[in-house]
């Protein structure tokens, strides 16, 4: 079975705090994403990879990093956490080239900043 | 750009009731449409999908017509049952894209009562 890990589903930060949120999937995949999901907005692309060491904005990168030393491992960095970012974030991967839009998703990590 | 509209919720019908959730789209070129449906603690999974004009997608009872003319991808299924309750997102992936990036509506909750 296909399977993408988030590495904390629950997390409580403090603001200012520096967050990283660790995201590994086991099917050889080469693109992977970060989401953050909100109440009324869907889900919004903050980065995404599709190489090793490659990275893209997408539509929120704002406030956010991410990191892709290794193809199945892409991490999402909150340099500096604040209330705003308290939210669900999903990481997702998928083939390429393969079936376009078949995104396998992990659990989601549930991050709250005080 | 790019992007989905989808009816807003929440939608709470009784078992065995029909469900619509519309869904209508925006996209350059000929994109792949899908429907994702996250249940209650869990991440996104793929419900169905249809990558070309009149294909229709279905899957566990749930179906979708590509509707070109009418920019629609409106998901149906005939008889509701309580095990469906959960948030459904529409979607595309740009055609020609290789990358696979996905845009999602904002979401509908469902929620079926015995």
């Known amino acids: 079975d296909v399977k993408v890990t988030q590495s904390s589903r629950y997390l409580v930060k403090r603001t200012g705090e520096k967050v990283f949120l660790e995201c590994v999937q086991d099917?050889?995949?080469?693109?992977m994403f970060w989401y953050r999901q909100d109440p009324g907005l869907g889900l919004r692309l903050i980065y995404f990879?599709?190489?090793?060491?490659?990275?893209e904005k997408g539509d929120i990168p704002e406030g956010y990093s991410v990191s892709r030393e290794k193809k199945e491992r892409f991490s999402l960095i909150l340099e500096s956490a604040s209330t705003n970012q308290t939210s669900m974030y999903l990481c997702?991967?998928?083939?390429?080239?393969?079936?376009?839009?078949?995104?396998?998703f992990g659990e989601g990590s549930r991050l709250t900043v005080l | 750009g790019n992007s989905v509209t989808q009816m807003e919720g929440p939608v709470t019908l009784s078992e065995e009731a029909f469900l619509t959730i519309n869904c209508t789209y925006t996209?350059?070129?000929?994109?792949?449409l899908f429907w994702y449906v996250q249940y209650p603690g869990e991440g996104l999974q793929l419900l169905l999908k249809a990558t070309k004009a009149d294909d229709k997608g279905s899957n566990k009872g749930f179906e979708a017509t590509y509707r070109k003319e009418t920019t629609s991808f409106h998901l149906e299924k005939g008889s509701v049952q309580v095990s469906d309750s959960a948030v459904y997102f529409c979607a595309l992936s740009q055609g020609g894209s290789t990358l696979g990036r996905l845009y999602f509506g904002r979401g509908t909750q469902l929620t079926v009562w015995p």
């Open positions: 997702a991967s998928s083939l390429r080239p393969g079936r376009a839009g078949e995104l396998f």
């Open positions: 990879s599709y190489d090793v060491k490659m990275k």
């Open positions: 996209a350059t070129g000929y994109p792949s």
């Open positions: 099917m050889d995949h080469e693109n």
